[in-house]
């Protein structure tokens, strides 16, 4: 059992973790690429809070552009 837990140090919660990568269809390409999925924490105030409706992004790894994962594709993204 470790004790070194890095989403509860304050400076690395704040760091996007990753969740997986999969092939999707990217809207700025236009084409099939793989996607690297990701959660990102929200500063409010002086914290940052993990679970917010737009936490889950897919990052294209050929053009670099994301887009931010909502309703059906944000569950499976976490689960």
Not at 57 to 67: D, L, V
Request: glycine share 6%; with cysteine.
């Amino acid at each position: 059992m470790s004790i070194f837990r890095p989403d509860r140090l304050p400076g690395l919660s704040r760091l996007p973790k990753e969740l997986g990568r999969e092939e999707r269809p990217c809207e700025a390409c236009g084409e099939n690429t793989v996607h690297i999925l990701y959660r990102v924490p929200k500063k409010m105030v002086l914290l940052y809070l993990n679970d917010h409706p737009e936490n889950v992004h897919a990052t294209c790894m050929k053009c670099a552009r994301s887009t931010v994962l909502t309703g059906a594709e944000r569950d499976r993204a976490l689960s």
